[in-house]
């Protein structure tokens, strides 16, 4: 089953929405400066009404950070009950390792450079934070970006490392792509955040058009099941 994490939320409706359609995760930005970016009294308002309507459903509350300072993760941490943090900058093992809960490690791939100039880092980042049990995410990333721009890169490429690495993809995954990204890729999992907005708001109904886009692949109904429903139908 393809772990599925939307990220981005600014409001609650659309986070009840995308764990009602089978969500793994929502994330919630805290990056200075990020268009998404929560305070930690809207984060907190957030979750309050969230949790609210999410009560026996288990579900995973990522915090997205970048390049902060160590206590003021923590801090939203604890304030907040955060699950887990995924940490999108140039963090290192020992600064991940300090956070108390589990992670997220963004490894960007830029589109704009040859592939072959960037493995040897990519490599490097994978080896050190896989061994120190964090998870992955791999993403496009341009220039300062810290993710959530909408930018493809090669899935071929993505395809390539996940027969070696289990990690989630991102990058310009949306309803209408994202079943394909599933089938060739074969990733741990996928993230997104600006595939599932309209004029840069979260879309409940594209919300939910993603996790379903995901299921889909992950439980396609068999020839022989098409079939006998066919059939019941005709009775």
Not at 53 to 65: D, K, P, R, S, T
Not at 94 to 108: F, H, M, N, T
Not at 167 to 193: H, Q
Request: aromatic share 6%.
């Amino acid at each position: 089953m393809t772990h599925v994490k939307i990220c981005g939320f600014q409001t609650a409706e659309p986070a009840v929405a995308a764990i009602e359609a089978g969500a793994d995760a929502v994330g919630l930005v805290f990056v200075p400066n990020a268009r998404r970016r929560l305070t930690l009294k809207e984060g907190r308002d957030l979750l309050s009404q969230f949790r609210e309507h999410v009560v026996h459903a288990a579900v995973e509350i990522v915090g997205l950070f970048a390049d902060q300072p160590l206590a003021e993760v923590q801090e939203h941490v604890g304030l907040l009950g955060l699950d887990s943090v995924q940490l999108c900058g140039a963090e290192d093992v020992r600064y991940a390792s300090q956070l108390g809960v589990p992670v997220y490690k963004v490894i960007g791939i830029d589109p704009r450079i040859p592939i072959s100039a960037q493995m040897p880092r990519i490599m490097v980042l994978q080896q050190r934070h896989v061994m120190a049990g964090h998870r992955i995410v791999i993403d496009a990333k341009m220039g300062g970006e810290y993710g959530g721009t909408g930018q493809t890169f090669d899935w071929d490429i993505a395809a390539d490392l996940a027969r070696g690495l289990n990690f989630s993809l991102a990058g310009g995954l949306t309803p209408d792509n994202v079943g394909v990204a599933v089938t060739t890729v074969k990733p741990w999992g996928v993230d997104t955040s600006s595939g599932v907005e309209t004029d840069g708001v979260k879309d409940v109904a594209k919300v939910k058009a993603f996790v379903e886009a995901v299921r889909s692949v992950n439980h396609p109904l068999p020839l022989g099941g098409l079939r006998r429903l066919l059939r019941r139908s005709r009775r």
